[in-house]
């Protein structure tokens, strides 16, 4: 699907920051006037352009806070959120003092939202390797006692500012808490603490389960874990080693990071010289990797957004790190319900929803979007309530149910009121 822009990559970003109009995100309107002051392909230009109109809204929040409109402030300050988010997005080894002005911005602004939002919101401080990792959990507005709870995980280059919108949102509407955390490689993590992503992720989602199981507004029984985007490979890390999960969703599914990166890159005539990867010297592959940032708009953000998120010196490095983040080997020890999503025409992850399903050996889902739904784009972006109800539907069918013993659930970890069957016998949604 292309909106506006004839790039893939741009027309792709629009799109996603355009989608969260669905949740008060976004005016499809300010998009639209900020992408039309933006040249294809101009990196500076699309931060400019949309820093611009992040500042425009977030002062046209600040006055109607002032005004005594919190509704209209609210409004104005997701909104801007949303804008610094996107403005930042193409400027990772470019411009990363700017990069970080404008993630400040988003998180101020964020911050300024939810707290006059009609539902709880708590910043959390989630204790991780002597050193802590930042969060959020919100609540519906009504109601008390434990509830289910769904644990979002973000991708390469999200926040969880922006699961708010993905997620969050549709979660609450549900009766569902949700709790957002960003880890290493991610949001404030990589930019204000400077943590680089790492493979074994287990290792991170671990110490955010623990600290959820203790708040006595999560029903430890019906606990959830949602990946988004790159943010599919940690879950399921996290799956196949923790066993206090109810379910997992992946959104989308992604098998093996490195085969993903040849897809999308590298042609099959020019993979003989991944060879040299790991070469003290390795010139034709340096220039080779170079010559790819020219391929394309997406490509050349990968290459340069890669080595800062992954803390390595260069390309080729950020390359060869990749062969660490697989599943393989992996997958098959998950056992709670897994749902699977898969894009049509997902232009990263192409053919690795369908690897990882067919790699899981526990009771499974597959959920197909496509250019018919108006959601084939990756992470289903520009669909983001058809996506929501397509999830939380499944989860609402495959969690325990709230009357199941608490022994019960811990030790079976599989879908305890009668949904098994059901599950094996409909693998597709």
């Given at each position: 699907m292309k909106l506006f822009f004839k790039d893939e990559s741009f027309s792709y970003e629009l799109l996603r920051t355009v989608g969260y109009s669905a949740y008060g995100g976004a005016d499809i309107g300010e998009c639209l006037e900020t992408a039309s002051r933006i040249t294809e392909g101009d990196f500076g230009g699309w931060y400019r352009a949309w820093k611009l109109t992040a500042d425009r809204v977030s002062a046209l929040g600040e006055r109607a806070l002032k005004e005594g409109h919190p509704v209209s402030a609210r409004d104005a300050f997701l909104r801007a959120a949303n804008y610094y988010r996107t403005s930042e997005f193409y400027l990772h080894g470019l411009d990363d003092a700017a990069a970080l002005e404008s993630s400040r911005l988003g998180r101020a602004n964020f911050e300024q939202a939810i707290a006059l939002m009609p539902h709880r919101s708590s910043m959390l401080t989630i204790p991780?390797?002597?050193?802590?990792?930042?969060g959020y959990l919100f609540q519906p507005a009504t109601g008390s006692g434990p509830r289910p709870t769904l644990i979002v995980c973000t991708g390469f280059d999200g926040t969880q500012e922006e699961l708010y919108m993905n997620v969050a949102m549709a979660a609450m509407e549900r009766g569902y808490n949700v709790l957002t955390f960003e880890g290493p490689g991610q949001g404030a993590v990589i930019r204000e603490q400077q943590l680089p992503f790492r493979h074994d992720w287990e290792r991170v989602i671990s110490p955010v389960i623990d600290y959820a199981l203790t708040r006595p507004e999560i029903d430890r029984r019906r606990l959830a874990l949602l990946g988004v985007s790159y943010g599919g490979y940690f879950t399921a890390r996290a799956a196949a080693f923790d066993r206090r999960l109810a379910a997992l969703v992946v959104v989308d599914g992604l098998y093996d990071l490195y085969d993903a990166a040849l897809t999308m890159l590298v042609p099959p005539s020019a993979r003989a010289l991944l060879a040299q990867l790991d070469a003290p010297q390795a010139p034709e592959l340096d220039a080779f990797i170079e010559r790819l940032k020219d391929v394309s708009t997406g490509a050349r953000w990968a290459l340069n957004h890669g080595p800062w998120a992954f803390g390595v010196a260069n390309a080729r490095e950020f390359v060869a790190r990749l062969r660490r983040y697989t599943l393989k080997g992996v997958a098959e020890h998950i056992q709670c319900p897994t749902l699977v999503c898969e894009a049509e025409h997902d232009q990263f992850f192409r053919g690795q929803p369908e690897q990882f399903f067919e790699a899981l050996a526990g009771p499974k889902t597959y959920a197909r979007f496509t250019a018919?739904?108006?959601?084939?784009?990756?992470?289903?972006?520009?669909?983001?309530?058809?996506?929501?109800?397509?999830?939380?539907?499944?989860?609402?069918?495959?969690?325990?149910?709230?009357?199941?013993?608490i022994e019960d659930a811990e030790t079976s970890r599989e879908p305890t009121h009668a949904r098994r069957a059901q599950l094996e016998e409909r693998p597709f949604l």
């Open positions: 991780y390797e002597g050193t802590t990792l930042p018919a739904d108006a959601a084939e784009e990756h992470c289903h972006v520009g669909a983001n309530r058809l996506m929501n109800q397509r999830v939380f539907d499944w989860l609402d069918d495959v969690l325990p149910h709230p009357s199941l013993p």
